[in-house]
C-alpha cells in the first residue's frame, strides 16, 4: 500500500531531495549502547563538553562512499569532536580506494565500521541492510536514549527511513539536508549557472542572452577580448571534464538542468531518462528534440568556433579548475565552481564570474524536503560504542552541530553579536569557506582548509532557518554578510541587476523550477542485472559517441555519428531501459508529487 505524506513545516529542521531503501536486521554490539561511556551522554544537542574527558578515548571508523579524504581527521574538526566526545574519527573513503570494489570488500568482510555514510540509498544501502551490516537505531532503545537532538531536528526523516526500509519499525538510517519551508532550497546562488566573466560582459555592452545558443557568439568576442589568460595560456569560451560521466556526458546533462530537468526521477537508479521537476514529463536521453542532443550540438558548435577547449575529454575536474583559476576559462556551469577565480585580488580589479541568464532559463531547484535526501547516515551492526556515536550524529543534526562542523567553533570564524544575530569575523572573512588560512592552536592548529570535516556528508539544510538565531545556517545568506563590503564585481552585478543574490534574481524573474517534496513507502528498485548489464553496455556507447560527436570534424560526420549512436543504443536494448525507468516513475512517483 502506497502512502502521501503532507509537507509540513518541522521544528528546527530542515532540507532538499528524495527518499530511500529496503529492509531486514540486525548485527552484533547492537545493544552496547554505552559500553565505555562513564557519564550520561548529552542529548540536547548542545554538548558543553561536560564529561568528555571522563570518557575513554575511541577512535570511530567512518566509512565513508562521499568522502575524498583517508585517515585521521585533523585540525579544528577534530579538535571539536574530541572536546566533546572524546572520539578520534579515521575515514575510510570508498572514493579514494577502489569506488565499488572497495565497497564490496567491505561488504564481504562482514565490517562496514562505526559510522557509515552511502552515497545513496539504492542497492548499496540495501544490501547493507539485508545483510545485517547495519545497526537499528531502535534497538535497546538507542535513538530514545542517545538521539533525541536527531529526533528533534529530523522527525520526519526518521520516519521515512522506517517506512521505505525498516518494515515500520526499524530504523537503519537517515537522510541528509532534512529541510523544511517552501520555495528553492539553495542559498546565495543555485546549483547551476551559467555565470560569465562579468567584466569582459560589461565590456561588450551586457547584450541580452535569450536562448542558450547565443551564448557561443558572445563567447568568441569575450575570446578575442582577452586571448590569453594572466600566465599566457590560451583562454576558451568553454572547458569540459569527463571524470564525472556515467551513462552520458554529465555536462551535456547539465544543459537539461538550465531548462528544469534532472535526471532520474528522484527516486529510482535511472540513467537514461531526464524528467521535469514538477511536471510529470519526461525525455529520453536520445529523444530527437531532448535537450542531452541539444547539449552536444551545442558544444559541438562550440568546438567548431574555436571556443571549446580541446582536453575537455581526457581532462578531469581539477584540471578545469585549475584553468578557471588561472583565467582560461569564460563560462561556468556551475557558481561554485568559478569561485576559484573570484579571488579579492581579481575582484579589486574588477574581474570576476557572476550570473548571466539566457530568457528561456528554467533552472532547477531541488527544493525543500523534510525526508531528507537520498545520501545516508548510518551506524555500523559491529560498531563500538554506539551510544557515543548516535549521541555525535545527533549534534551533527542540531543547530549547533550543524554550524560548528561547518564553520568550525563558535569564536574563530563567525560569532553572535549582541543582539544574537551571527557574523563573520575578521578571521573568518580570510578562513571561509574552505582556504588555507592558519588556525591558532587553540582551535587545533594547521589551516581552515585541512581542517574542514572531511567526511563529506550534510544534515540539515543550510538555508533553514537556525532557531538560535533566527537567521539561516548559511553565512551568505546573513544580513551581516550580504551588506559587508562587497567587492567591486559584486556590486556592479547587484547595481545591474537590481537584486542582492542570484537565486534572488531567479525568484524574482520565474526563472526557477522547483521540486516539491514527496514520499511514498516503496523503496527505490533495484535494477535487474540483466537490465543493468544492457544498460551499462548503452551507456559505453552514449559516452564514446557523444565525445565524439562534440569534437566531429564537420556537420556530417556529426550527424553519422549521431544516428549511429542512436542505431547501436537501441540494438542493446535502449527502448527497453528508458520503458522500465519511464514505468518506475509513472507508478512510483508522479502519482505523489
Known sequence: MKKRWAYTALTAAMCTMLVFTSACSS??????????????????????NSGSEDREEITVDVFSMLANYAGEQPGWFAKMVKDKFNIKLNIIASNLAGGQQKIATMMASGDLGDLVVFGSNGKDYQDAIKAGLLLDFTKDDLLNKYGQSLQDNAPEAINANKEQFGGGTAVYGVGFDVGTGEGPSEGATM?????????????????????????????????????VSENGRPTYGLSLWSDWDGTYVTLAKVIAQFHGYNEGDGLNPAGLILTHQNKDEWQGVLDEDGYYLQALKFYYDANQMGLLDPDSLTQKFSDVSNKIKDGQVLFSHFPWVDNVYNTPEHTAEGKGFALVPFAEEKVTSYGQSPYGGNRVWAIGAKAKDPGRIMEFLGWLYSPEGVMESNYGPKGLAWDIDESGKPFVTDFGWKALPANAEPVPAEFGGGTFKDGTNQINNTTLKLTNINPD???????????????????????????????????????????????????????????PAQLQQKIDGIGKIIKEYSWKMIFAKNEADYNKLREEMITKSKGLGYDEAVAFEVGNAEKMVFPYR
Open 469 to 527: 538565531t533566527g537567521e539561516t545556517y548559511d553565512y551568505n545568506l546573513w544580513p551581516s554578510t550580504l551588506n559587508h563590503d562587497p567587492d567591486p564585481v559584486t556590486q556592479s552585478w547587484r547595481e545591474a541587476t537590481g537584486v542582492m543574490t542570484a537565486k534572488e534574481y531567479f525568484v524574482k524573474n520565474n526563472m526557477i523550477e522547483v521540486s516539491k517534496p514527496f514520499f511514498t513507502t516503496e523503496t527505490p528498485v533495484t535494477v
Open 27 to 48: 548485527g552484533n554490539n547492537g545493544g552496547n549502547s554505552a559500553s565505555s561511556a562513564t557519564t550520561a551522554p548529552n542529548t540536547s544537542g548542545n554538548n558543553d
Open 191 to 227: 546549483t547551476y549557472g551559467p555565470n560569465l566573466r562579468w567584466d569582459l560582459y560589461q565590456k561588450l555592452g551586457s547584450p541580452q542572452i535569450k536562448t542558450l545558443n547565443d551564448y557561443l557568439p558572445l563567447l568568441k568576442q569575450m575570446q578575442e577580448l582577452e586571448p
